[in-house]
């Protein structure tokens, strides 16, 4: 069964940074892609960032590159990660990890095979 669980998500101040972890299993990692989402209040999920985990390849939308960086952790904990920084209040939502065996549907689709539950981030002004 596959699973993904996301963590590291909290309150912060803007101006601040966070890391969120997603984890994942039930599937063999390095075969699939995985990205990262956020669904705001009243708005509808955006997809973030993308990283095809066999090759490390990454994908940003506009409005996060140079402030949020995707990484995969292969080896040791089957974990991608997303580095949230100069955190704004406008990024205050919950944050999704995402899976999908093709890296196109995924990378530049934004089409999700399996998702875990989300984690919470919140930026106080």
């Known amino acids: 069964e596959v699973h993904l669980e996301e963590s590291g998500g909290g309150l912060v101040q803007a101006g601040g940074s966070l890391r969120l972890s997603c984890t994942a299993s039930?599937?063999?990692?390095?075969?699939?892609?995985i990205a990262w989402f956020r669904q705001a209040p009243g708005k509808e999920r955006e997809g973030l960032s993308c990283i095809a985990t066999f090759d490390k390849s990454t994908y940003y939308k506009d409005s996060v590159k140079g402030r949020f960086t995707i990484s995969a952790d292969n080896a040791k904990k089957s974990t991608v990660y997303l580095e949230l920084n100069s955190l704004e209040p406008e990024d205050t939502a919950v944050y999704y990890c995402a899976a999908h065996a093709r890296i196109y549907q995924l990378c530049s689709r934004w089409e999700a095979e399996y998702w875990g539950q989300g984690t919470q981030v919140t930026v106080s002004s």
């Open positions: 039930g599937f063999t990692f390095d075969d699939y892609a």
